[in-house]
């Protein structure tokens, strides 16, 4: 029997903090220490009954006393804290060894790097953070002997194929690794005339073939940007150039990623498109726990396809490697630039085809110094988020 570990959920109320309870629901060993949402005071009643945390937290201020009132009229003996430093202190307490940190965008860098910084087992699924302050980022669980595991399934299924050691990946043979391939469905509009683009509605963006997923990284699966944005997480995490890192269109999703050898080997991850896999393996790692995923049955699977993406239907696949290729603030400023485009497209103030014009104009016109610190990146974060809305404002008019 192992020790019982006590596990963070930030942004427990979305679809990977939802995953990951259903995954420790069936595992006694993990107790629940904190769970946290923005503002859905419902979802999180309902989980703190469940899962009889010791924190919640409520990270916008506004909706803190609703919060508080149902807690108290249900008689949970859950304490509750508010606004978004609560999140930093959960992430961070002492008692706590896990940390998974799923709030989608940029809201959730400061809470993901003080998990880091206080040295947790890190799931990371918020790939923003790592896009935004990957050198930081890793620097940090250098210092304090952080354990990052990505949950992003792609790099999940390249941590999955890289060589590790007790303590996470093997440092020294990683060099024998050539490239990784990140493996994309294409998303909901793989096969769509580019013309047609121009019309298609949030409704439409957020129906993804393969994956049930939040509003936010469905329109980036659907422009393609999430690809992009996973372009740059793997060169942070796994400390490879732009030129180590390939993208391939495979519709079907059953391989999740592959890593490369300089002898000449390849080796993929194979599993059913379903987020509780790569939850699992980050739990358990280095051992293996059950997830509740039903097991791939590659005889009933038709012929899996590969092919090249065509960055002239995915021109934010573009941007995003190009961000990657220069370094420096380019990914904050698409990052940031990104976030707003894609709220303005699911408000209905932008069209779908103007993501990637937004975003390329702000790159355009967004200077930022070398992101040494979290006061810089905030600061070219937000300069890159005025001008983004500048121009949709402007042309809403
Ligand atoms: P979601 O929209 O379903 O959930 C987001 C969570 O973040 C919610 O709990 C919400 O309350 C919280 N949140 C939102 N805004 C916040 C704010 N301003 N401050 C604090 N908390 C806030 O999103 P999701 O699909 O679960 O994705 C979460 C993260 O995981 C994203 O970074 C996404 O890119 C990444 N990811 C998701 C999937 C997936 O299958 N859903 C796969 C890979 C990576
Ligand atoms: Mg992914």
Redesign the pocket.
């Known amino acids: 029997m192992s020790a019982v570990k006590n596990i963070c959920i930030l942004?427990?109320?979305?679809?990977?903090?939802q995953s990951t309870l259903a995954v420790i629901a069936g595992a006694p060993e993990y107790q629940v220490f904190a769970l946290?949402?923005?503002?859905?005071t419902d979802a999180l009643l309902e989980q703190c009954l469940q899962f009889k945390p010791r924190f919640a937290v409520i990270?916008d201020p506004e909706r803190l006393d609703e919060m508080a009132a149902k807690l108290q009229q249900s008689g949970s003996s859950t304490q509750l804290l508010g606004g978004?430093e609560a999140?930093e202190q959960v992430a961070s307490d002492s008692e706590c060894d896990t940390v998974m940190a799923?709030?989608?965008?940029a809201?959730?860098l400061a809470s993901s790097l003080a998990a880091v910084r206080a040295g947790k087992r890190v799931l990371l699924?918020?790939?923003?953070a790592l896009v935004m302050a990957g050198d930081l980022f890793m620097e940090a669980a250098r210092a304090s002997n952080a354990l990052v595991i990505p949950?992003?399934?792609e790099h999940n299924a390249i941590f999955q194929c890289l060589p590790s050691v007790p303590g996470g990946l093997a440092a020294e043979q990683l060099k024998a690794v050539e490239k990784v391939v990140l493996t994309g469905s294409g998303g909901p509009f793989l096969e769509m005339p580019r013309e047609s683009l121009v019309a298609v509605t949030p409704e439409q963006a957020c129906r993804h073939p393969k994956?049930s997923?939040?509003?936010?990284?469905s329109v980036d699966s659907a422009t393609m940007m999430n690809k992009g944005l996973e372009f740059i997480e793997a060169c942070y995490l796994f400390a490879l150039d732009a030129a180590q890192v390939e993208v391939l269109i495979h519709p079907q999703s059953v391989i999740h990623s592959m890593v490369h050898y300089l002898d000449g080997s390849v080796l993929a991850q194979m599993a059913n498109p379903d987020?509780r896999v790569p939850i699992a393996y980050g739990l358990a790692w280095p051992q293996r726990m059950q997830s509740g995923v039903s097991p791939l049955d590659l005889a009933a699977e038709q012929a899996l396809e590969f092919r090249e993406p065509d960055l002239k239907q995915f021109p934010c696949l573009s941007l995003g490697m190009e961000a990657a290729r220069q370094g420096g603030g380019a990914p904050i400023v698409l990052n940031a630039a990104n976030e707003v485009a894609v709220a303005a497209f699911l408000e209905g103030r932008l069209g779908f085809s103007r993501i990637p014009l937004i975003i390329a104009e702000v790159l355009s016109k967004t200077p930022c110094e070398a992101p040494s610190s979290l006061a810089i990146i905030q600061d070219c974060d937000a300069r890159a988020r005025s001008l983004a809305n500048e121009l949709i404002i402007k042309e809403f008019h």
């Open positions: 942004g427990s109320t979305g679809s990977i903090g946290t949402a923005h503002s859905n990270s978004p999140l799923a709030i989608v965008g809201a959730g699924a918020n790939k923003e949950i992003d399934s994956w997923m939040g509003r936010k990284i987020m």
